[in-house]
């Protein structure tokens, strides 16, 4: 009765302490920085942190910028150039001429004679205009285009490895807590077996033997726990790099590890393949820019013609601020320049031989990349296939095992069974739940290889329904 009372005014005490309790769990809150806190982290926004602070894709995204600025660049030759020049000088000794004194009306000797004034300005203003320039003009432009596209595909390319390097760090994460989760249940169980078989021994219902046999059950359930652990860490250190948070960011994964689904047909996912990939497009576009350089290069051989104008100004004077307006000379001209070409040392026909090797380079690199990918494709296809039906008969066998274990554990409990049964069918459980999780984590990367294959911008087409 005293201890109940005691314990009674216990718990009023800390009923009166609990709103000061309060204030300062609120104060701890309030006082913790902004990201000490766990946050959930689910695929989806995985990848969108990935997208979002990936290197090679900030990179990828530079190469478009810089790629604008060419076709600027190239789009410049077919516009009007003008310029504007000047000149100011002050000549605090003006320059002489010398003449003979002959010219002068005099005898030997020469003529010392200051030529120029105290100030000197000079200014232009010129305009030049390519009129035809043999397909030059034209060709360097779709070049930079190409290249253009092209760069901008590989931006695309680029996000799709990015995609594929978060969701391969998500999904081994994902592993990790399952096999931990595991390991976990099964250094438990082992631990509750040993207390079980400790006291069976000590009450004489269970032998020596069994009872070592639990001991060093449990002696081998703290490596792989430990494994375990150590796994999940690394994996979400991984995990974290890819989607650019620190060490110290706490997350939790809010997905659960699920089985792929069956895409549809191959020829179907090859076609998508072929149309959707960001890496072929990227090749196409820059075979079409080596065609174009194969044309620049070609029209080496022929004339260019130029229109340019210009308009000077120029005078001299002194004791004025300005000059007066007879001391002001001022020129106009219009010209027309052809230039051609007669023999430069066989430059153009090298810049040709080595265009089209570079053209033909182009086109072998793209031939290569969609064989390739047509190889992973088809590699990934069956790859999904094999582990789906692998899939169906680990969840077949673990549920075989766990039935296993639960008659396992009724035989024991009725008297009807040993420990070393009930060890036997714990041991064939736990390996039967990691082998179904290995095979969920195949499952789900295969669907990642053949995304990575086929392209991002298509596979929701193709993907089917994931179960």
Known sequence: MRAFLTGRRVSLRCANLRPFFMMLMIAGALSRPAGAGTQPLSLERAIELGLGSDETLRQAELG??????????????????????????????????????????????????????????????????????????????????????????RELATSDYVRFSVKEAYYGALLAAELLGIEEKASAAAGEAARIARLGYEQGVVSKFDLMRADVELANRKAPLVKARNDLDQ???????????????????????????????????????????????????????????????????????????????????SNK???????IAKSAAVQIGLQIPIFDGLSAR???????????????????????????????????????????????????????????LVRLENG?????????????????????AEALFSSRMAQAYLELAVGSRNFGAVAGKSE
């Open 321 to 327: 601020w300005l000059p007066s307006s007879d001391l």
């Open 416 to 436: 009807l069974g040993t420990p070393l049964e009930r060890l036997d069918a714990e041991l064939a459980m736990t390996a039967a739940r990691a082998q179904l």
């Open 235 to 317: 994996a979400i250190i991984v995990l974290k790099r890819r989607c650019g948070l620190g060490a110290a960011d706490e997350i939790v994964l809010s997905d659960s590890l699920t089985a792929a689904a069956h895409p549809a047909g191959l020829d179907s996912v090859i076609a998508a393949m072929r149309t959707g990939s960001a890496e072929i497009k990227a090749l196409e576009h820059a075979v079409g820019a080596q065609r174009q350089f194969l044309r620049i290069a070609k029209a080496d051989r022929y004339p260019m013609l130029q229109l340019t104008g210009s308009y000077a100004v120029q005078t001299q004077w």
């Open 64 to 153: 478009v910028t810089g790629a604008e600025a060419q076709v600027m660049q190239a789009r410049s030759n077919a516009l009007p150039q003008v310029s504007l020049s000047g000149q100011y000088g002050r000549n605090f000794l003006k320059p002489s001429l010398f003449l003979p004194a002959v010219f002068f009306g005099g005898g030997s000797g020469s003529v010392k004679i200051e030529i120029g004034e105290d100030n000197d300005f000079a200014g232009s203003a010129s305009v030049s205009q390519i009129l035809w320039a043999a397909g030059r003009v034209s060709a360097g432009l779709e070049a930079a285009k190409e290249y253009l596209a092209s760069f901008r595909f």
């Open 350 to 408: 090298g810049k040709i031989g080595r265009a089209k090797a570079d053209v033909r380079t182009a086109e072998i690199e793209l031939d290569r990349v969609g064989r390739d990918k047509e190889l992973a494709v088809r590699q990934s296809y069956l790859s999904i296939e094999n582990a789906l039906i692998a899939l169906e008969g680990r969840e077949e066998s673990t549920q075989l095992a766990e039935e296993a274990h639960r008659i396992a």
